[in-house]
């Protein structure tokens, strides 16, 4: 009797079929039939694999590609501007004359920067851009010179030989060979009286037996301002005197005085101040910065004369500092001399004596205010002179 109640008449076939157990095709059969048979009732045919993608560019690359070149070209620009428009090679100190003995360097790029000189001296441009009769010669004044006054200006030096003579050097991006002829057209169109050609300068005459002032221009540009003929010729031609000097290269307002400095000015203090007259016979030279900015300070530092010890002249420096500030304290105090000189520090450092201190930013703003106010009317009394004047022009 069999074991179940149905009894198998065949076999049941399996539902998954072994792929081992699989039927071998025929010899010589189609084996995409083959395959075909392999597959069960209603199995789709097999698609053969996609092919792989073709490489590309992705847009991340191409983006980043630009952003490159547009950052390239940015900075070529502005390399264009800084090097054919912006950026400018001192030339002023190059024509410090040889004998010079005083020298002080501005930079007004940035003096420009200082608070009191954009508060008190900007005003007075803006008042000449408003002013019909400043506005129009200052545009004839550029037409006939080519410069753009004062954004072409870069630095000015003023140096002086005996403390009697002085020349002022302006440097920047002045056109060459056009100043001087430029201010003679226009002094002669407006019939300023005084002033006259000899050679290259223009010389601006006075009732007095010496010129009011002398104008000339170096070969590099610089324009030369001077109180006699002798200190502008001597500071026309480049050279390297600003080397000797130790002036300093950076700062927005730097100095340097030789031993004829000192000694000079020994003579004048001696009959009033004899510790300072024998104190400045012991210094060669010196040179220092005034910085800017919310707290000014002023360095300088001496050199001792031949045989003179750093370390006794600090000493003696800061003895005599002491005694000024009681001088001061009776005398009406001058663009914050008072408190700079209250402050001050001498220290020895290696060979040389270093003299710190900082100035007070309330008494720069009161001598910029004065100055302000000093050329506000300076100009304006040389533009009633020239209104005044008959005009030569037909």
Known sequence: MPDTLIEEEEPIRPTVTDDAAAPAPAPGGDPAEARA??????????????????????????????????????????????FFFWRYEPTARRHIPGDANIVIRLETAELALFGPVRQHFLPLLDESASDAPRASRKARLEAATGLDFPSDLREIVI?????????????????KDRFVAGMEKVARDEGWDGWRREGDLLIVDSTL????????????????????????????????????LDLPEQGPVTFALTSAAWSGAAGVVSAVLPRAGALFRRVDHASGALTLGAEPALAMRLAPASGEAAAALA??????????????????????????????QALAQGDQVEIQTRWPYEGLDRACADLAQRVERATRAALDAAKAAPSAAP
């Open 37 to 82: 048979g392999e597959r069960g009732a209603g199995e789709q045919p097999e698609r053969p694999p996609a092919a792989p993608p073709r490489p590309g560019r992705p847009r991340a690359a191409a983006c980043l590609l630009a952003a490159i070149a547009l950052l390239a070209l940015l900075a070529g620009g502005a390399l264009g501007v800084y």
């Open 159 to 175: 140096a002086s030989t005996d403390a009697t003579s002085w020349v002022a050097l302006a440097g920047g991006r002045i056109p």
């Open 209 to 244: 037996a010496r010129p009011r002032a002398v104008i000339g221009q170096a070969d590099d540009g610089t324009i030369v301002l001077g109180t006699d003929v002798e200190i502008v010729n001597a500071a026309l031609p480049a050279s390297d005197e600003w080397q000797r």
């Open 315 to 344: 000493a003696d420096t800061q003895a005599l500092l002491g005694s000024l500030k009681l001088a001061f304290a009776v005398l009406p105090d001058v663009a914050g001399a008072r408190a700079a000189l209250e402050g001050a």
